[in-house]
């Protein structure tokens, strides 16, 4: 197979000749052959010196305005204040410093970089150059010569002889991770039963997460969807986030003869029902909710229960109902917890009964 | 020789920048590296700028994220905001989402820098996708290139861990979510899942440790990995020399293109520029993940519409179509609902690692390959690459069904099932498909070059025939269309020995035999014309 073709079509006004390129014709016999390199095409700046200058102004002009790009990036710097809003079609109100430092900056850095481009494909040599590719692996010679070089060092080691130590060795090489694996162990307390408890016991008043005030019964209305979470939880506490990551709940009030699951209005108060506000299927808390159909959706991965039907998922990916906080009324009429959840809040594990 | 072990004839360096290089060499072997390297070859194609975007947005991904690590802090002690962003004047907040509000409200230039970081991030992994696929579809991972398909696969594993890495750190209630989606993830492993859980958390979710862990990952751990991987893909690079599509004067054993110095340093250090140039640009009109309108995480609240950044949306349409699957026995709970997403993930990864392998043991092809397959004239292979990205991008759709469902009022519901059953039946479709457009462009190459090309010229004949004119191919096309080799499947050989005995196939090699016949057997190539057969149309009776 030929690699390269040769080209003496060169007029007397370009450059010279820049060598052979390759000299073995392409096979007759064959009519796919690779035919060679194509003759080189000479561009107009590499034979018109008014046209090489033409390129030369552009990519020095290029190369100014990147100039300007930084001199207007630091002047928008000074000039403009950081609360500076600014209404540019079509973007809307923007702020003026950053509008303007990332437009300044860009005219800057693609100032550079088109101007190098342009130099590279008008100005320099286009002329396709052929380089020769040698295989990775070595010859039979060396090959030979590093398999002698292993065996002499080996040998010399005694590492295959002396198995005493190459056992010892592996043991010790095998045993010492373990230390670095040991040593991880403070990053976190065991589990235990920790995902199965939450705030929520005997006699603990629900609070609307809205108003930071005991809700009583008659605060909610049929129809309606409440936040709430146990008293006594304060956004200052150091553990805020991790108790109301379990502990958050919603407290709708259905028609008591809608309610279909017979536990559920049990549980519930006057058609007063409180669920877990975290999805069973990864922990997104839920917060749509349709009140024709007493659906909640979770609006991460579309969960859907049906909360007139003991938190049953209708749909998506959840794969238990929603844990029901069984309710009834203290003696200052406030809706209180009767217990904990039912069952284990939030995404299912491994240890979840 | 006197006191100088220099060569007495040596010309001396008289440009100060000759003499610097002059000393280097002396103590780094500057001159014997250049060699090789400085007038290095490159191929000159479109879609080899592909890595290229990828190396630049990671340059700029390393030089903005070392100027966000002065301002961040990454914290969640409990802070109430007194900054000057009006609505949240007085909420609880961490400290990490304080000082990012801080970056993007009161540090000059802070915004800027964030939104070039997190456009960046998104071209990163767009690039290393469609790099990807460039080497996939045009077979540049063949030997002696299957080491760098692997750096270049495990810098895209980790780019996704660096990039959800990174996202969470702002600890707004976006990437909150996304956070407890990966806690809830992490539980549903069999066994050690809570385990798992309680030791990246340092116990409940979310306690006070995934910040500043995350971030010593996000800024040191992952990031060192990939500059080690990046530098390993490039070194490769320049070893192996770059692959070049065939074509006059291309060849197995040569390269040929324009030179490092100069076209190359010119061409790529301007594209870098270009590239930053362009996000810049981005950057300044196109607000990217804005915190503020979030507000800090809770783990209580959320806002509809959570999406993560683009290149998890698969993940999220796997999670989201699942059927919610549950197995309850002996006090213990399987989530295949979560876990077998979970591990669809790695395992499809795992594939594409192993492509390269399981490619060459069905050839039992150990030759070097430099020139790079059209697309056309490997069938299986482009039909596994468009089925492929068939499924991913079924998966994106299910990662969006919310907001889909939303913009074309559709029912959520049935976008879901659409992609359960998609998810199955329209990668085989776009396998078929692709292999027929393949075989029918294979078809329309060989018949190009038997009988030229058409050039819509019609011509009568002077007994009134029609005819259309079709102009024989250059030499060089012809070779284009000819170059590629097209590999035999490999046979088990005959069912009896010369003996008459029985021979015994093990269950491997005829698992190889079948995938082989079905990768390169009758129906996944049309044979491309022969010389004679060229010969006997040409020279037989006249040109068309």
Known sequence: MSESGSHNDVSENLPGEHGARGSEPAVKSDPFANPGLPPHEYRRQDIDERSAKHSERIVAGLYTLSMLGTIAFIACFVIFDIDKYVYIFPFGHVSALNFSLGLTLSVALLGIGVGSVHWARTLMSDEEIVDERHRADADDELRENIRQQWITGAKESGFGRRRLIRSTLYGALALVPLSSIVILRDLG????????????????????????????????????????????????????????????????????????????????????????????????????????????????????????????????????????????????????????????????????? | MSTTTESPTRRPATHPGERIAEWTDGRLGLYKLAKSNMRKIFPDHWSFMLGEVCLYSFTILILTGVYLTLFFHPSMNEVVYHGPYVPLQGVRMSDAYASTLHISFEVRGGLLIRQIHHWSALIFIAGMIVHMMRVFFTGGFRKPRELNWLFGWSLLFIGMFEGFTGYSLPDDLLSGTGIRFMEGAILSTPIVGTYLSFFLFGGQFPGHDFVPRFYSVHILLLPGIMAGLVAAHLILIFYHKHTQFPGAGKSEKNVVGTPLLPVYMAKAGGFFFIVFGVISAIAAVATINPIWTMGPYRPDQVSTGAQPDWYMGFSEGLIRVMPGWEIRAWGHTLVLGVFVPLMIFPLVMAAIAAYPFIESWLTHDKREHHILDRPRNRPVRTGFGVAWLTVYFTLLIGGGNDIIATHFHLSINAITWFVRVGFFVLPVAAYYATKRICLGLQRRDRDKVLHGRETGIIKRLPHGEFIEVHEPLSQQQLHVLTAHAQPRPIELGPAVDENGVARRSSPVAKIQAKMSEGFYGEGSNIPKPTAEEYEEITSGHGHH
Request: net charge negative; glycine share 8%; hydrophobic share 35%.
């Open chain 1, 189 to 353: 307390p065991l589990p235990r039963n920790s995902l199965a408890h939450t705030l929520w016991s005997k006699g603990k008043v629900l609070i609307n997460s809205n108003t930071n005030m005991p809700l009583r019964p008659e605060d909610v209305a049929v129809g309606s969807l409440t936040f709430g979470q146990p008293q006594g939880l304060s956004e200052a506490d150091e553990d805020f986030q991790d108790q109301i990551a379990k502990s958050a709940v919603m407290i709708v009030r259905l028609k008591p003869e809608d309610i279909q699951d017979k536990r559920e209005a049990d549980w519930g108060h006057e058609g007063i029902v409180v669920f877990s506000k975290i999805c069973t299927h990864v922990g997104c808390p839920i917060s749509l909710y349709e009140q024709q159909t007493h659906h909640v959706l979770c609006p991460c991965h579309q969960s859907t229960f049906d909360l007139s039907d003991g938190a049953r998922v209708i749909f998506g990916p959840a794969g238990h109902p929603l844990p029901q906080l069984r309710i009834g009324v203290n003696a200052d009429g406030n809706l209180v917890a009767l217990g904990d959840f039912s069952s284990p809040v939030g995404p299912a594990y491994w240890e979840r009964p």
